[in-house]
């Protein structure tokens, strides 16, 4: 089963839960893997401390033109959304940072003038983090185009029982390419007015791919009724309510796994796991 941890924004405490996730189900004697596809900052590896074990470039495709074979006829201009190439006067200009690797301008090209090469956009990183297999990827900095890095990270899962995909936070392009093929989904708000309307995104988001999904309240307060009055009348599941608890955010500052180091959270957590599994029919 493969268990996405997302949110509509930032600083909803989703690597805490997708953290907490993989120790509590590394316990089960499962093979549990934890993905961190938040390429742009991912940091699950300050809470479960991987041993890292293997890195490799992650590389993206891109044009090349052969200048002798090409005939400037534009249909590569023509093809390509995103202007990563285009025709100029009697050059052809290539945008590495514009492609996104789809191929087009090669397919179109009448005279086979054009190949792809591929350039380094980030790097994979695999390991193990006790019981649970870790892997993480990282995009270089100044590359805008992080979906091959995730998607580098994903292929890395084969033969895990549990698999929780951290993914990044919003509700863009690397948010639907973490997520994508999750079995379940689980949204990670918090009780503020920010909270709430970028959980109404997600909302639509997760609903327009027809993923199953819940939501978990982080910081949770008893006079924080919108988000559960929000939930009620969109018939939305809240599976687990993670009280506003100064420990909690301690533990969370010394880069410690709460349901390991604090009393009370290991259960919270497994709860959690088993309200997701239930959800999804697979525990009874």
Not at 75 to 85: G, N, V
Not at 123 to 141: M, N, P, S, Y
Request: hydrophobic share 40%.
């Amino acid at each position: 089963m493969q268990i996405a941890i997302a949110s509509g924004k930032g600083g909803t405490g989703k690597t805490t839960v997708a953290t907490n996730l993989a120790w509590v189900a590394s316990l089960n004697g499962q093979r549990v893997a934890y993905l961190d596809c938040d390429v742009e900052e991912p940091n699950g590896h300050i809470f479960l401390k991987p041993e890292i074990d293997d890195r490799r470039p992650v590389g993206k495709l891109v044009p090349r033109v052969d200048v002798e074979r090409c005939t400037l006829c534009g249909q590569c201009d023509a093809i390509c959304r995103f202007s990563a190439i285009v025709r100029i006067g009697d050059k052809v200009l290539v945008y590495p940072e514009l492609c996104h690797a789809c191929g087009g301008c090669a397919l179109a090209c009448p005279v086979d003038a054009i190949s792809e090469t591929s350039i380094e956009i980030g790097v994979l990183e695999t390991g193990r983090a006790g019981a649970v297999e870790f892997a993480q990827g990282l995009l270089k900095i100044g590359q805008p185009m992080s979906p091959p890095v995730i998607r580098s990270v994903k292929a890395t899962d084969s033969q895990a029982d549990i698999t929780i995909v951290d993914a990044p936070p919003g509700t863009s392009c690397p948010v639907i390419e973490a997520v994508r093929d999750a079995d379940f989904i689980v949204l990670v708000t918090e009780p503020t007015p920010f909270g709430l309307h970028d959980l109404k995104l997600a909302v639509d988001m997760v609903r327009v791919l027809k993923i199953p999904f819940g939501v978990v309240i982080n910081r949770a307060m008893p006079n924080g009724t919108d988000i559960r009055s929000f939930c009620k009348s969109r018939r939305i599941k809240i599976l687990k309510e993670i009280p506003d608890d100064r420990d909690l955010a301690e533990a969370y500052s010394r880069g410690a796994v709460a349901a390991q180091a604090l009393g009370g959270y290991k259960e919270i957590f497994a709860d959690l796991l088993e309200s997701i599994l239930k959800a999804e029919g697979i525990s009874k």
